[in-house]
């Protein structure tokens, strides 16, 4: 018998704890994607009345169904902005998970992972963060941007979380010094306190304590970088600005398309509210007509910037709803077929990847589990989707659990 | 109701009754005992004793480590002032009685206990989270605290009977038995639910039968298929073609009443459907065994070969066995579980594990100082698992009134000696705040049971036939404020609880939202046991340097530290006020020179600094 943690250290000796020095989490040359965009529409996106119209049109309730700039792709005519930039993207209509409840449905999107209580897993933005993150870099490779779960680091160390960004226009909180604290007094406290920590370091020092000391001075250096004012949105171009709404999705749309521009690896924005299990027709169009806005002028954006090439935009969502609609006139969960959209990195844009059965129940051709989609992400970046990180007690996970990257998704 | 084991009967709302009875015959004498094998220990190391600690330094620990806040500048200088014997016994004595006690200790219990809102299965926290504050007020002895946790059953929402909690948080059984065995024993055996473990001895097979004591527990939130025959399911199918809304508000209010963890376990378990070893099949009926010790024998009704016979799905009937795991788990003659125990309440008292990690213990190991450890665990076993009375050994002794020293820097060496300096837990530090805003921080900590919606509602659904549950969802609060009005008529029947800002981290609960200074300190998110988190980030240094303190605190003139300092004219005296309130002890010489800063500086300075935000 080999004691567990007597492993985890002869293991750490030959740098087996330390995977991400192996060459696998390297992004390889041929990667295509720098960063992703990956919008979260958290409640469940109705498939049925956004990008899968390809159905029996009693599946489709109220929607209509509009042409789009893609030949052969039709949308819902909630989406009439989108209908326009429908070239640029993907719809993959064959999703599929295994959860249809919302918390276990969201934990598996966003990590690859049923949830378990004796671990918590990372989510994708975090593996991304851990395996692209360079000493070099000045701003956090994840970003998480709207309310709604952040980004947590699962069983990695705290700091492969995401920077969460509560309200776009507000940025990160308290990175601006106190209003009644003017820059000379700010930096007497600074004096002081640095006074305060040498005596009490000479005495009671530890890792620890210096680990504070460490991130004082990364706060520092945060709060007076320049690099800060990739958070503030007053600083954009007016050009850029005005191709977006001012509606918070919108805001924050344009934040994650400035982060990116500065290098961030990984930005996630947040735009929960769709779970309509009631009048739906009556609910929906307000927050469908968000979507449509704030990610037409992202997409914009990113072609204007050059930057959609090297940005790979994510749409995803826990699961899809019904075929049926419900006697209150909404949809109920479906976790067998719904959709999902990717855009730029060279993915194969203005097409549209995988069916349902034309009674919208299953998925049917190509499916595409969870897993398999995150693979992709991670590969398109350069990240082996097998790659193994081991949780502190000596578990190992790989990134997109068994998931294999789909490859042909891209040109 | 004789499936329900005679510990749960005893689980009724009791109010708490402060008395200073003195609690504990002699802690200093047994303290001595632990202090003989450590000197002992150092003799042989030929390493001398760290120096004793002076009364300001351990006034300050032993608020943090009894209380879990600094105190207030007037419980310093009382402490400081007293000049009769024992005053050290006599504080320790009286924070173990006080209700910040109570405050600090539910934090710990509720982190390992992973007391969380889980949503899906509707399990609210409320009543398991009033179930382990009033563990801890009546001061219940460990042993049966984690005995009655692992053998609940029966309603989730009756008042009293929250130890179900801890099942129902769970979404799998397997999970929950190894999360049971984590806690309680501090044993790691979650791989060998999936395969046997490559490290430890268990196999898959171990862990199926230890789950077979359990077996067909499980947690159920509508109401059984008989009852809803026959009583609700036809104006649910009524509600449900009427209006969502009302059907979901129907929903909900029947399962807030009905929702149970039934079973007592059947003694049987059957291996997975993917079993790929060779001593056994997927589905083979595996019988109910220990991991080690003795074996509680189990009143089987069908034998092994029967049920062999049966189908795949059949588990055999109940046999009560879960109660025999709750007595096998926490056994004093279990190897694991006092040896667990007093590991853990060593390293939250002194920030060392005794024995090992906290849930990676094995049979054999007892730790660096054997002799500590045997000892410890005879006084937890002569305390009869009574947290008070180990506590209080701990805190009487030389031991723990050592100076505490930063690990890694040698020498000299750490062997298990006292105490280390660590940073202090999140919700030590949002509670310190308190201590410098008002000279009451405790006033607000509950001395009763407080209901909560759940609770609230689960009271009054057992006059509610089944036409007032649907009365309730047609004409009642609707679906958005179901929950809400519930909550809002169980805090009116709580009666006051004080403004917010003063509430202590404990007293947030599930509807006040998170405690935010708590979150960005590192509180534990419940998920997993164990995962507080001490470590700095920037949103947390970010929030200490630019955040509310300073409308709250650092610039308030109605905050406490202020108010001390009204009419005190002379400039080193003032200083003197803040390094007593924030420090807990006065200047030194060498810090004169920073008495020429404006106050509100120095506050700031003060508060960011590192001797604030660790225990030394």
Redesign the interface.
């Known amino acids: 018998?080999?004691?567990?943690?007597d492993?985890i250290y002869r293991a750490g000796l030959s740098g087996m704890s330390l995977p991400f020095l192996n060459a696998a989490s390297i992004p390889a040359p041929t990667a295509k994607a720098k960063s992703v965009i990956y919008i979260f529409l958290a409640g469940g996106l109705s498939q049925y009345d956004s990008f899968n119209v390809e159905v029996d049109k009693t599946v489709l309730g109220k929607s209509t169904i509009i042409d789009s700039n893609a030949d052969g792709v039709r949308v819902s005519n909630y989406f009439p902005t989108l209908a326009n930039h429908m070239d640029k993207l993907l719809v993959l209509n064959s999703m599929q998970t295994n959860q249809g409840?919302?918390?276990?449905g969201i934990y598996k999107m966003l990590t690859s992972y049923n949830?378990?209580?004796?671990?918590?897993h990372p989510e994708l933005g975090s593996w991304v963060n851990k395996s692209l993150t360079r000493e070099q870099d000045s701003l956090?490779n994840f970003v998480s941007i709207g309310r709604g779960r952040a980004g947590t680091a699962g069983f990695f160390?705290?700091?492969w979380?995401a920077?969460?960004v509560q309200d776009p226009n507000l940025g990160?909180?308290?990175?601006?010094?106190?209003r009644?604290?003017g820059e000379g007094?700010f930096n007497?406290?600074i004096d002081?306190?640095d006074?305060?920590?040498k005596?009490?370091?000479q005495?009671?020092?530890?890792?620890?304590?210096r680990?504070?000391?460490?991130?004082?001075a990364?706060?520092l250096k945060?709060?007076n970088s320049k690099d800060i004012d990739a958070f503030d949105l007053k600083k954009e171009d007016a050009n850029i600005v005005s191709l977006y709404g001012k509606d918070e999705f919108s805001r924050s749309c344009l934040l994650a398309g400035r982060l990116v521009e500065r290098g961030v690896r990984f930005a996630k924005v947040n735009l929960g509210g769709w779970d309509y299990?009631?009048d739906l027709y009556s609910k929906y169009p307000a927050n469908a007509n968000r979507l449509d806005k704030g990610l037409s002028s992202l997409l914009t954006h990113l072609s204007q910037k050059g930057l959609l090439e090297s940005t790979l935009v994510v749409v995803s969502t826990e699961f899809g709803r019904k075929p049926e609609v419900?006697?209150?006139r909404?949809r109920d969960h479906h976790p067998d077929g719904f959709t999902c959209l990717m855009a730029g990195a060279g993915v194969k844009a203005g097409q549209i990847y995988g069916t349902t059965s034309s009674d919208g129940k299953h998925a049917e051709e190509n499916k595409l589990d969870v897993i398999d989609f995150n693979a992709t992400i991670a590969w398109r970046l350069g990240i082996d989707p097998a790659f193994e990180e081991n949780t502190p007690?000596?578990?190992p996970f790989k990134l997109a659990n068994r998931g294999e990257a789909r490859k042909e998704l891209f040109a | 109701m004789g499936k329900m084991g005679k510990a749960l009967k005893s689980v009724v709302i009791v109010l708490s009754i402060c008395v200073s009875v003195p609690l504990f015959a002699d802690p200093q004498g047994r303290a001595r005992q632990i202090d003989r094998i450590v000197a002992a220990e150092l003799d042989r190391l030929d390493q001398a004793p760290r120096s004793e600690i002076d009364d300001f330094t351990f006034c300050r620990r032993l608020y943090l480590d009894a209380i879990g806040r600094i105190p207030t500048l007037d419980e310093l200088d009382r402490f400081i002032a007293d000049d009769q014997p024992e005053k050290r016994a006599r504080l320790i004595e009286e924070l173990l009685q006080s209700k910040g006690y109570n405050s600090h200790w539910y934090n710990y219990w509720a982190d390992l206990l992973?007391v969380k809102y889980?949503?899906?299965k509707l399990h609210h926290p409320g009543n398991y989270s009033e179930w382990i504050k009033e563990s801890v007020r009546s001061n219940k002895a460990y042993d049966q605290m984690a005995f009655e946790l692992v053998n609940a059953g029966g309603e989730l929402y009756k008042p009293g009977n929250g130890a179900t909690g801890f099942y129902a948080?769970?979404?799998?059984p397997l999970?929950?038995l190894?999360?049971s065995v984590?806690t309680f024993l501090g044993m790691?055996i979650?791989?060998a639910q999936c395969h046997d473990d490559?490290?430890?001895?268990w196999t898959q097979q171990d862990f199926y039968k230890l789950a077979a004591f359990s077996s067909k527990t499980y947690l159920k939130v509508d109401p059984l298929p008989e009852d809803e025959k026959t009583t609700y399911a036809e104006d649910r199918a009524m509600l449900?073609?009427k209006?969502?809304?009302e059907?979901i508000v129907y929903r909900e209010s029947v399962r807030v009443k009905h929702a149970s963890i039934y079973g007592n376990g059947t003694g049987f378990m059957r291996l997975p459907h993917d079993y790929q070893y060779e001593d056994g099949e997927p589905f083979d009926v595996m019988t109910a065994d220990v991991l080690f010790g003795e074996m509680p024998p189990l009143n089987y009704k069908l034998t092994k070969a029967d049920l062999d016979s049966l189908k795949n799905k059949n588990f055999g009937p109940e046999i009560n066995s879960r109660q025999s795991l709750a007595g096998w788990m926490t056994s004093r003659d279990s190897p694991m579980f006092t040896k667990a125990t007093v590991n853990r309440l060593w390293h939250q008292i002194m920030g060392t594990e005794l024995v090992?990690?906290l849930?990676?213990l094995?049979e054999e190991e007892m730790g660096d100082h054997p002799a500590l450890t045997k000892k410890l665990i005879a006084i937890m076993k002569a305390a009869d698992y009574d947290v008070k009375i180990f506590l209080s050994t701990l805190f009487n002794s030389r031991a723990y009134q050592s100076r505490?020293l930063?690990?890694?820097?040698e020498p000299p060496a750490y062997v298990l000696d006292g105490p280390i300096?660590?940073?202090l837990p999140a919700e030590v530090i949002a509670d310190s705040f308190l201590s410098l805003k008002t000279d009451t921080p405790d006033k607000y900590v509950a001395t009763e049971f407080k209901w909560d919606g759940f609770t609230h509602f689960y009271d009054k659904s057992q006059k509610m036939e089944v036409e007032d549950f649907v009365d309730y969802s047609i004409k009642g609060p609707g679906r958005q404020a179901f929950q809400n009005r519930e909550e809002e008529e169980a805090r009116k029947r709580n009666g006051e609880s004080g403004p917010k800002d003063l509430w202590r981290v404990s007293s947030y609960r599930h509807h006040d939202g998170n405690h935010e200074v708590a979150v960005l300190m590192?509180q534990s998110?419940r998920?997993?046991i164990d995962?507080a988190?001490?470590?700095?980030?920037?949103?947390?240094?970010?929030?200490m340097?630019?955040?509310d303190l300073?409308g709250d605190v650092i610039?308030q003139s109605t905050a406490l530290i202020h108010r001390n300092m009204e009419g005190v004219e002379d400039q080193s005296e003032r200083m003197e006020i803040i390094w007593k309130s924030i420090l807990s002890r006065t200047p030194?010489a060498?810090?004169e020179r920073?008495f020429a800063?404006?106050q509100d500086?120095?506050i700031?300075?003060?508060l960011?600094?590192?001797?604030f935000?660790?225990s030394?």
């Open positions: 018998m080999i004691n567990r943690r492993f409840a919302h918390p276990a949830p378990r209580s004796s671990i918590t956090p160390p705290g700091q979380a920077l969460p990160i909180d308290f990175a601006e010094r106190n009644a604290v007094k007497k406290r002081i306190l006074a305060m920590n005596g009490f370091d005495d009671y020092g530890t890792k620890d304590t680990s504070y000391v460490d991130t004082y990364s706060s945060f709060m299990h009631n419900n006697p209150n909404g007690n000596g578990r | 992973r889980v949503g899906d948080r769970e979404p799998m999970d929950h190894a999360n984590k790691g979650e791989c490559p490290y430890e001895d449900k073609q209006d969502f809304d059907w090992g990690p849930g990676g094995t505490a930063p690990l890694g820097v300096v660590r940073r590192g998110t998920d997993l995962s988190n001490r470590e700095p980030d920037i949103p947390q240094i970010l929030y340097m630019n955040g300073e610039a030194q060498s810090e920073l800063h404006a500086d120095v700031w300075a003060l960011n600094s590192n001797e935000r660790f030394k």
